[in-house]
Every structure is written in structure tokens, then in C-alpha cells.
């Protein structure tokens, strides 16, 4: 999905095919370092524990980012999303083993504007769970 996608080639309804993204503990050492987010609670699985999570769980920005990603790398220019938002509505748990978790992103063309503007709803999964809600992305088209 790196080519940039042309606004008159889009369609209201059209589905962006779902990427897969892996999370492995050691992505969310680099985030807490790159963020500064060192919260125990992303990288110590006796503290989540201690404070009633099932595990370690992913930074709810780490979430975003990826679905941020997917929306960037569909749009073939991260200087064409305009505006992003959503709502975190489940946690991306992420056990330490050889598998980790999965964030699913998929997307729809929710809506065309002027000025070659389309609005992109965003779905992301981890399991059973979705974890982003509300989630949109306003993009510029070539």
C-alpha cells in the first residue's frame, strides 16, 4: 500500500483491506523510550497483574499510532492526514511469547468532501476486541 491513492479513484463504501500489525513487549520498551511513558503497567507483567490487568498491555497511543500508520501508508503521504481522532475502547494485551498480540487495521471510505478531502472510518481489533472506537481520519488526495 505504498502507492498514493487518487481522490477520483475512491468511492464512498469502498473497504481498505486490513493490515496486520504484530506487538512483541520489546515494541512497547522502544515506545515507553521513544514516548517517555515508562509506566510499569506496558512492560512489568507482575505489576499489570498486581493492579487487576490480564498483562502487560500496549500504550493506548502505541494503538493509535499503528492505526495511524495504516491510514498513512493507504494514503502513500503521512502530510496528507488532516485530522485524526478516536476513542480507546479495549486494551491490546501482549503476553510474552513468541506470538504477542495482533492489531488488525481496516478501513472504509466513510465520506468524499471538496477539495480532493475523503473521510476514512478505521477499525482495529486485537483479538476479539475492538480496541479504537470513533476511530476517523480525515486524508487529502492526490
Do not use: C
Not at 506487538?23 to 512492560?43: E, K, T
Not at 483479538?127 to 472506537?133: C, I, N, T
Request: no cysteine; aromatic share 8%.
Amino acid at each position: 500500500m505504498t502507492a498514493t491513492v487518487k481522490y477520483d479513484e475512491v468511492e464512498v463504501g469502498q473497504e481498505i483491506p486490513a493490515v496486520d500489525y504484530p506487538v512483541h513487549r520489546v515494541n512497547l520498551v522502544m515506545y515507553a523510550g521513544a514516548s517517555g511513558d515508562f509506566n510499569p503497567i506496558h512492560w512489568n507483567e507482575r505489576h499489570a497483574k498486581a493492579v487487576g490487568l490480564p498483562d502487560v498491555i500496549a500504550h493506548g497511543m502505541f494503538t493509535m499510532a499503528e492505526a495511524g500508520r495504516f491510514v498513512t501508508d493507504w494514503a502513500g503521504d503521512p502530510g496528507a492526514v488532516l485530522d485524526y481522532g478516536v476513542r480507546f475502547s479495549s486494551m491490546v494485551v501482549v503476553p510474552d511469547n513468541d506470538e504477542g498480540a495482533v492489531i488488525t487495521v481496516s478501513g472504509v471510505v466513510e465520506g468524499k468532501l471538496d477539495d480532493n478531502r475523503v473521510v476514512i472510518a478505521l477499525t482495529a481489533r486485537s483479538g476479539d476486541s475492538r480496541v479504537l472506537s470513533r476511530a476517523k481520519a480525515t486524508v487529502r488526495l492526490a
